[in-house]
Structure formats: C-alpha cells, structure tokens
C-alpha cells in the first residue's frame, strides 16, 4: 500500500464536515503512532476490523439471537453473527459462543448472571495481586453483588499459589471458582484450578480476557478444555475491535445467552460484532500463529532487558506478552516512572505489584507489554533496545529529549497504519 496511513472509513468526508471532531481522531492518530506504545492491553487492529466497525450496521436494532429477534429486518446482519459465532467456536475450539457483550466487564457480568444468584459465594483472585476489579473488587458489582473469596500469590515465588487456592475452596465451599488475571505474567495451570473446582462441586469461569489472542494462536496452552465458561475480550492480544465474548459447554449455553440478552443488555452492537467476525478470521491464519509466538519471545527480551538494569521483574520474567516490574530499587514510584516514561515517548502503566506498600494511584509498579510493538513489526533485537530506553527513562528524567528521538527513529522503521497492512 502507499505512505497515506488508514484513517478509517470516508475520512475526508468527517473532516469537511466536523472538522474539529477529525481533528482528535488525527491527533490521536499522531499519538499512536508518535509513540511507543507498550501498554499490555492494547494493540492496533488491521484496517479491515476498523471498516467494518465504521459500517452501516451501527444502524441496525437486533436485540435476540440469529433467526430469533425482536425487530424486522434482521436478516442481513444475522449472517454477521453467524459468522462471528462459527469463526469463534472454530478458534477457540468452544462448544458454544457468545459474542455480544460489549465488553470485558459485561462478559463477566453475564456469566456470574448466569451462574449466581446475589450473595453466592465466588473464589477469585484478588486484585492487589494481578486479578481485575470484576474479579470482587468492593468498588465493583462483583464486591457488591457476591460473597467474594480471594486468593492470591506467594509473597517467595509471586507465583498463584495453589495450595491456598485449595484450601480456600474447601473452607468456603464456593459456587464459582474464577481463573485468570489482568496483571499476572505467568501461565495459570487451568487443570489445577478445574481439579480444586471438581472437589468442591464449583463452576470453573476462566477469564482470559489477556491472554485470548495468545490461545488463539496456540502460542500459550488454552483454557477453553478445561473451564466451563471463558470470558474474554477482542480488543486486547487478540487484535479484533473494542468488546467481549463468551465460551462455554453446550450445558450452559441457554443460561449465558439469556444473560447477556435480555438479562444485562439490549441490543447488540452489530458493528462491533460483524468486525470481531473480521478479527476471528484474521486470527485463524498461520500468520496470526507466528504473531502470538513473536509477542511472547519479545515481551521474554524486553524483561531480559530490563531486568538487567536492576529493573525486577515479578516473579523473575514472563511466559505470556507482558511484564510487571518492580521499581522498589530504584526508589521511583510506579506513578512517577508512568510520567518519566510518557515525557520520553513511551506510554505505559503504572501497576501494584504483589504486597505493593503504596496505594493502587501511586504503586511500586509499571506494566509492560508487546501486542502492539509486536503487530508494528518489531523484533526481540529492538525489544532489547526499548528495554534500555525504558529504563533510561525511569532513572535519568533528564535524558527524556534523546530517549525520545531514538524512540522516534524506531518508530519511523516501524509504523502501524501505514505499508505494514
Ligand atoms: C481487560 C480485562 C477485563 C475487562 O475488559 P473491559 O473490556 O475493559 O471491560 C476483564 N477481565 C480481565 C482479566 C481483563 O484483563
């Protein structure tokens, strides 16, 4: 293709008519580009996912299923979801698929629908220690809403630690026992967790909204065997629009579907569905394979990397595409090292780590991750080098001006929305 990057459907048309709206969807465009972008949870879609999310399906009202919904004229847009749900049981090898929840937490919301009632008893993990706010925070409708157990890790080896895992569930005898995390950069044994959920009679929920796109491409052992429902999002390894889906056992699968319609949602976001359709099919090809392969061998150089500059990475390194470091050395707070690094160029997170002694808006913690330096073409060798910048961004704040220009020479190299698709 040409230099011209992709700007999305029709964009000449938006900026002759709203040009001050055109103008945040450039700058952020600039943005994404300009910078380098290592936050875990995000990535750069193909072109192909972001025409079909600006199509005339937005239109279009389908509350219900394929074949069975309550508006007229649905029979176009119900080929887009049949499609999304084969591509997905094909993908992920599921039994049955779900792939209208808007969103990570709306898929989440909707399997504990379909497998709770209020104040049920759930064993999650805990957020402090990698797991995400619908996993029972109390500022969460999952705390709110559920007797939440929680679980986390060892404070030696910062791995899960499964003998108290067990222990937990045999004391509180949990109805759902839920798997998988937002901040863990370690494989989760599901045959563990599927065989503590088996002794106590407990559903077994894996969300792997992360480490999907992983799966996916076979790089990482799948979740989808071993837990009874699996939630997931689109838009973060697994390349495909912003939103949520859900696998599960043929057993359950008229429970979650009324749950996420109509328990929790109304209707679907057509669009939204016909482009993660777009993302499971891109993920079926080999290329997407050897992606999944290349996050996780660049995101093992980039914690090599870091970890040589006194950076520590928990749990001693990473078996999936992101690394949570501890700056505690350093003596420069996650919140602090999130600012420095941002003024050099490169956009990252601020995280607790586990047993973190500062509050969750300062942390001791940054949160790495290469989906989107991956989908940019980048290679370990590079990695190595992002590495040193990030960490030369965090020790020497007055360096941020060099930081940045070499950060701006492998971004010239390497750009997303330009010749790559
Ligand atoms: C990202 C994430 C979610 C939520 O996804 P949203 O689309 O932001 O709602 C849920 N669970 C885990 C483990 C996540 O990492």
Redesign the pocket.
């Known amino acids: 293709m040409g230099e011209e990057p992709y700007y999305g459907p029709d964009f000449g048309l938006l900026r002759k008519q709203d040009p001050e709206l055109a103008q945040v969807l450039l700058d952020e465009l600039d943005r994404q580009r300009g910078n380098l972008q290592l936050v875990a ?1 995000e990535n750069f879609t193909s072109p192909a996912v972001l025409a079909a999310m600006g199509s005339t399906l937005t239109n279009k009202y389908a509350e219900g299923y394929p074949g069975r919904r309550y508006y007229g004229g649905c029979e176009v847009v119900d080929r887009a979801e049949r499609l999304a749900v084969q591509r997905a049981r094909e993908l992920f090898g599921a039994e049955h698929a779900n792939v209208q929840p808007h ?4 898929a ?1 919301l909707a399997a504990y629908a379909a497998l709770l009632q209020p104040g049920d008893t759930m064993l999650a993990m805990a957020l402090p220690h990698g797991g ?1 706010l ?1 996993h029972g925070s109390k500022v969460n409708f999952s705390g709110k809403w559920f007797n939440v157990v929680s679980y986390g890790v060892r404070r030696d080896t910062e791995l899960i630690d499964y003998d108290e895992v067990r222990d937990l569930a045999l004391r509180h005898q949990p109805k759902l026992i839920v798997c ?3 901040a863990y950069p370690r494989l989760i044994d599901f045959t563990v967790f599927r065989g503590i959920a088996d002794e106590v009679g407990a559903w077994l929920m894996a ?1 792997v ?2 480490t999907i796109g992983l799966m996916a491409g076979g790089a990482i052992p799948s979740a989808v065997p071993h837990a009874d429902v699996v ?1 997931l ?1 689109t ?2 390894a697994l390349r495909g629009p ?1 939103g ?1 889906a859900i696998l599960c056992t043929e057993e359950l699968a008229k429970k979650i579907d009324r749950a996420v319609y109509p328990f929790i949602q109304g209707g679907p976001l057509m669009h939204v569905v016909a482009a993660k359709a777009v993302a499971f099919a891109e993920a079926m090809r080999p290329e997407f394979a050897d992606y999944a392969r290349r996050v996780i061998v660049n995101a093992q150089a980039l914690t090599e990397a870091l970890a040589g500059d006194g950076m520590r990475p928990v749990s001693g390194g990473t078996d999936t595409h992101l690394a949570l470091i501890d700056l505690r050395e350093l003596d420069v707070s996650g919140a602090e090292a999130e600012t420095r690094c941002a003024a050099a160029g490169i956009t990252l997170n601020r995280n607790v780590i586990p047993y973190d002694p500062e509050p969750a808006a300062i942390t001791s913690g940054i949160r790495v991750g290469t989906p989107c330096v991956t989908t940019q073409g980048m290679g370990p060798e590079e990695l190595k080098e992002v590495g040193t910048l990030v960490t030369r961004a965090v020790r020497q704040p007055g360096s941020a001006r060099e930081i940045r220009d070499r950060v701006a020479a492998l971004l010239a190299i390497h750009q997303p929305y330009l010749s790559e698709y």
Not at 103 to 106: D, F, I, L, N, V
């Open positions: 949870s969103s990570g937490a709306s989440n995400h619908t998988g995390a937002t969300d909204a992360h939630t999002t838009h973060k912003r949520g």
